[in-house]
């Protein structure tokens, strides 16, 4: 089977606009889920490349959703019947109902949209502090990765408790 970093550099469809050096850590924290059936969340879809390179990365993956608030997404096409695209703020609770009617449990979160505390914190209550989300997935987890996290000097910081093992904090 192909690495991550292998899918990702023969990558031949839509534009991928993702960090290189996140492409180890993806690695690392998704390679043991490969073989299960995950769904996948990835907040901030621009291009679509990243849904594609998903797709081939979880072969078996019930669901790889995305969301956007790029009006432009909604003319995306996939080959994949297991991608999916919602238009709309992930932070809000319109967007929640329309991705879970795609599916309410999902391993992986991937949070590449705006970038800010205020907006990470909101989305996080939105999706963990629901009865359609859970924090404890039915596998035992869920992770939620945030990607270019900005912060103010004097903004305060939301630092969830992250457990020690395989997917604990890495820095």
């Not at 998903?54 to 993956?61: N, Q, S, V």
């Not at 080959?79 to 991705?99: F, L, M, Y």
């Not at 990470?120 to 990765?145: D, E, M, P, T």
């Amino acid at each position: 089977m192909k690495t991550l970093k292998q899918i990702f550099s023969e990558h031949e469809g839509k534009v991928v606009d993702k960090w290189a050096s996140y492409i180890h850590e993806y690695e690392r924290l998704f390679a043991p889920l490969r073989g299960e059936p995950v769904a996948l969340l990835e907040i901030g879809v621009q291009n679509g490349g990243s849904l594609e390179i998903w797709d081939k990365y979880f072969p078996w993956a019930e669901a790889i959703v995305g969301c956007d608030i790029d009006q432009a997404c909604k003319a995306l096409q996939f080959k994949s019947g297991s991608i999916r695209v919602v238009i709309g703020d992930a932070s809000t609770e319109e967007s929640a109902r329309q991705i879970t009617a795609i599916t309410s449990d999902f391993e992986i979160i991937i949070d590449d949209g705006s970038h800010t505390s205020r907006y990470h914190i909101n989305l996080f209550k939105i999706l963990f502090g629901s009865q359609r989300w859970r924090a404890v997935h039915h596998r035992g987890f869920a992770l939620q990765l945030l990607e270019q996290l900005r912060r103010r000097a004097r903004s305060s910081v939301f630092c969830p408790f992250v457990p020690e093992g395989p997917y604990g904090h890495h820095q």
